[in-house]
Every structure is written in C-alpha cells, then in structure tokens.
C-alpha cells in the first residue's frame, strides 16, 4: 500500500511561486506514474500535470502550461510542482496521486486512473 504526503502549500501574492513535494512511502516512485490534480473552492476536483514513470512524458493542464513545472526525483521517492507566475485561479487544495507498478511508460491524466492519493495541501494566492 503506497502513502503519499503533499506538503509546500501555503499562502502567497500573486506572481509568487511555491513548490509542492510529494513523498512516497510503502512504495516506489519508480514505474509509478505520477500526477497533481486540484480542486478550487467550489470546483469540481481536475487535472493539473502528469508525469510517466520515467519523467520522459509529461503532460499539463492549457491554463498552468510555462508556469508550473512537474519535476520527479526516484531515487527519494518524492514528486515535485514548481509553480510559478501564481495567480488567485491557482487557489486550491492541491493532490498528488500515483499508478504503480507500471509495464508502460505513460502519462495519465483522469483520475480514475489514479488508485493512490495523498491528503492535499492548500495553495492560496491573494490578489
């Protein structure tokens, strides 16, 4: 059973970055594909960026693509988000979610495809 540990949220101006760490225990990151997704105030939860188990793919959402970089380290387990140029949009409980032991190296992108989750961590970004 792998756990996952978001952590870095916190509350920033916009045009400021922060960067998000996912930790992976009872688990490897290693053929594990990777993903952040997020869920604003009154939103539905959806899709921000996705890594294969490689790093080779990776695939964002159109409104964070130059701003946010995904960003993986196998060797510690621990997926990252560099996120910059924040906007007030960007305000949400942020989630990674990891599909492990993976024969194909790609990218996912719904949630479904997602059976391992972390708790989240809250990104706010005043105007």
């Known amino acids: 059973q792998v756990q996952l540990v978001e952590s870095g949220g916190g509350l920033v101006q916009t045009g400021e970055s922060l960067r998000l760490s996912c930790a992976a225990s009872?688990?490897?990151?290693?053929?594990?594909?990777m993903a952040w997704f997020r869920q604003g105030p009154g939103k539905e939860r959806e899709f921000v960026a996705a890594s294969s188990w490689t790093g080779i793919s990776t695939s964002y959402l159109d409104s964070v693509k130059g701003r946010f970089t995904f960003s993986r380290d196998n060797t510690k387990n621990t997926i990252y988000l560099q996120m910059n140029s924040l906007k007030p949009e960007d305000t949400a409980v942020y989630y990674c979610a990891a599909r492990t032991n993976l024969n194909e190296d790609k990218v996912y992108r719904y949630q479904y495809n997602y059976p391992y989750w972390g708790q989240g961590t809250q990104v706010t970004v005043s105007s």
């Open positions: 009872g688990g490897t990151t290693r053929r594990s594909a």
